[in-house]
T-cell receptor, first 112, second 115 residues
Framework: SQTIHQWPATLVQPVGSPLSLECTVE??????LYWYRQAAGRGLQLLFY??????ISSEVPQNLSASRPQDRQFILSSKKLLLSDSGFYLC???????????FGEGSRLTVL | AQSVTQPDIHITVSEGASLELRCNYS??????LFWYVQSPGQGLQLLLK??????LVQGIKGFEAEFKRSQSSFNLRKPSVHWSDAAEYFC?????????????FGTGTKLQVIP
């Protein structure tokens, strides 16, 4: 069966520090991968998606970047965090174009 | 552009009562529609999905949803709510874009269940 893991689960970082959130998927190959951010009362905002290794598309301009160094690994990064980067980050995967998303457990980021 | 509206931010129901969560979407063609559930501090889990065919779809945990094209709605229902159903529920609409599905989520409805 397929599983998806995110880490760390919780992170408290000072403004201006770097960020790295990791996500890995097991049990499937060539998944579509996604990073979402969830803010209270605002639903889920798609940040990045990837249809293959090294292929990253950004949905919104922001202080963050994403990379896919391996088929089942997706990394969300920032060189210098802003207060507005605080939130709950969710990684997800899907099979091709089905739209059915499978989510990780999420990473809670607090920027102070 | 596709969009999803969940007009109810917060709903409270008594355990054993029926439930209906509203969802309206905006999309130019036949959409792919989803309902997800999220427990506090957790990721989202798919409850059910509609791609085509029968407009009444059954999902997990006793939930169902009905696609009504004329009303651009995809409301979620459950005949008898259990305390464990307390969570946040998200409606979503999907559109194929290139090699993947762009899924847009509503802002969610938080369900409280009282004894």
């Amino acid at each position: 069966s397929q599983t998806i893991h995110q880490w760390p689960a919780t992170l408290v970082q000072p403004v201006g520090s770097p960020l790295s959130l990791e996500c890995t998927v097991e049990g499937t190959s060539n998944p579509n991968l996604y990073w979402y951010r969830q803010a209270a009362g605002r639903g889920l905002q798609l940040l990045f998606y990837s249809v293959g290794i090294g292929q990253i598309s950004s949905e919104v301009p922001q202080n963050l970047s994403a990379s896919r160094p391996q088929d089942r690994q997706f990394i969300l990064s920032s060189k210098k965090l802003l207060l507005s980067d605080s939130g709950f980050y969710l990684c997800a995967w899907s099979r091709g174009g089905t739209g059915e998303l499978f989510f990780g457990e999420g990473s809670r980021l607090t920027v102070l | 552009a596709q969009s999803v509206t969940q007009p109810d931010i917060h709903i409270t129901v008594s355990e054993g009562a029926s439930l209906e969560l509203r969802c309206n979407y905006s999309y130019g063609a036949t959409p792919y529609l989803f309902w997800y559930v999220q427990s506090p501090g957790q990721g989202l889990q798919l409850l059910l999905k509609y791609f085509s065919g029968d407009t009444l779809v059954q999902g997990i945990k006793g939930f169902e949803a009905e696609f009504k094209r004329s009303q651009s709605s995809f409301n979620l229902r459950k005949p008898s709510v259990h305390w464990s159903d307390a969570a946040e529920y998200f409606c979503a609409v999907g559109k194929r874009s290139g090699g993947y599905q762009k899924v847009t989520f509503g802002t969610g409805t938080k369900l409280q269940v009282i004894p």
